[in-house]
């Protein structure tokens, strides 16, 4: 699927339960809680998540560049249109958008990442 929103949702659980660990750790981690929302409010007015011309949808399902690279193959009639092979996508598709997958997975490494170094030790309860 070229619609990488889509399968992002997966992140919801860990992230809720990241960020409650988070919220628990006191004031500080409240107000960067509330402001990374804010900066995270002002990106999504700003380029829209779900619009058509979202960044990285825009680039890597950019229909032009699906038809040169062979991943969409255009017939003559009006509903002939199919997908490319394999070797379409890891041969021409890939390597026209492996810049901004780099950024996406880089996103989505430093996200796992940053959430054990920002709270390194869970909050413990006693019974």
């Known amino acids: 699927a070229f619609d990488w929103a889509r399968h ?14 988070f919220l628990q750790q006191g004031r500080w981690h409240r107000f960067v809680f509330a402001s990374l929302i804010g900066l995270t409010l002002l990106l999504f007015w700003w380029v829209p998540p779900w619009s058509p011309t979202a960044w990285p949808t825009s680039l890597f399902a950019n229909p032009q560049l699906l038809v040169e690279t062979g991943m969409v193959i255009i017939g003559e009639g009006e509903y002939d249109i199919g997908f490319g092979d394999l070797s379409a996508a890891v041969g021409r ?23 054990p170094a920002l709270v390194p030790n869970p909050v413990q309860t006693t019974t």
Do not use: E, M, Q
């Not at 901004?100 to 996200?111: K, Q, Y």
């Open 8 to 21: 992002s949702n997966l992140l919801l659980l860990p992230l809720v339960i990241a960020s409650a660990r």
């Open 93 to 115: 598709w890939l390597p026209a958008i492996w810049k901004p997958l780099l950024v996406v997975h880089a996103i989505g490494a430093a996200i796992w990442l940053l959430g």
